[in-house]
């Protein structure tokens, strides 16, 4: 049911993302002016810049491989958001949710690191 889940989730991120791209109101980070940038903007911004960058490794064609090797930075992606918020932020149920999503993250890291040095990869 988890995996499951998973791959809905993903799913239908790829999808608004790639919506937000074609209509052009997706987040272009190079507009926004730095001076009018908060600590938090501009490390949110670093973490997405990085982890767009980390996603970017080419294909393998097997699409086991390409699912986790893309999955790996993503979800780094998503620790380092939680990072963020945890300093910066205010709200008290917010941070909570960001610790939950750091503990899982890593442990989903964990399980696809494993994967791809018991499978070789």
């Not at 996603?55 to 939680?82: L, R, S, W």
């Amino acid at each position: 049911m988890k995996k499951k889940n998973l791959l809905i989730l993903i799913a239908t991120a790829a999808a608004v993302i790639g919506f937000l791209n074609l209509t052009g109101t997706g987040r272009n980070h190079s507009t926004v002016a730095a001076a009018t940038e908060s600590e938090s903007t501009a490390a949110y911004k670093k973490v997405m810049d990085e982890m767009m960058k980390a996603m970017m490794e080419p294909y393998t064609g097997d699409a086991d491989v390409d699912f986790v090797k893309g999955m790996i930075p993503h979800h780094q992606g998503a620790i380092d958001m939680a990072k963020v918020v945890l300093q910066h932020g205010k709200d008290a149920e917010i941070k909570t949710l960001a610790e939950g999503i750091i503990k899982e993250q890593e442990r989903e890291i964990a399980v696809m690191t494993e994967w791809l040095a018991k499978n070789g990869k």
